[in-house]
């Protein structure tokens, strides 16, 4: 058996205590690194797996939403609309060609709260009660029911302007004739001026808006 000498035996213990202490110390940098890391990224550490519940908004995706139904339609029809006394055509879409008549109904229904969002209005709830059409070899014959309430719009012009400028956008629709009582109505063209003839969107050109 060899034998150690006394201060052999006391170096070679101090030499294992300095390399336990180092890394007992390595070990707790490790630690104190890794608790760092895990309280920067704002994850707390827990002892058993648990269920995440998502968060009650959309997340934020890059692809941009979905389309609306309105805003994937096959085709497009044009409406006009009236902002600070002038008019405004709006292009919708659809999913095919509508109607003289159904494009009317539209028209008379107003801007959607989108449109008015945007600053958009109508004047033909201040002219009209209602208002039916009927297409005759090119020319829209509009009879209406004129309002007698005080609705605190009266502006003509932008009413027939709507309809006029509305109906001959389309391509079946050459003039518009409007009549009530089955008798041809005096309207009031961009100037002021009164027409009982067909009209078309030129009579009113100088009160359209492009937007």
Known sequence: MTRTAPGRREYVARSRHAVRSGLAVRAAAVAAVALLLLG???????????????????????????????????????????????????????????EVDAQLRGL??????????????????????????????????VTVVLTAVDTGRSDGRLAYGQIVCTLTARTDVEAVLFLEGGAPLSVPRADGSLSSGPLTAADYAVLINPR
């Open 108 to 141: 008379l229904a107003g801007p959607t709260p989108a449109e008015r969002d945007d600053g958009l209005t109508s004047a033909l709830p201040g002219a009209f009660t209602s208002a039916v059409v009927e297409l005759v070899d090119g020319v829209a014959r």
């Open 40 to 98: 920067a990224c704002g994850v707390p550490g827990e002892d058993r797996p648990r269920t995440v519940t998502p968060p009650p908004v959309p997340f934020p995706a890059s692809a941009s939403a979905a389309p609306t139904a309105a805003e994937t339609g096959a085709v497009t029809e044009m409406l006009y609309f009236a902002s600070d006394d002038r008019l405004v055509p709006v292009i919708r879409r659809v999913d095919q060609v509508s």
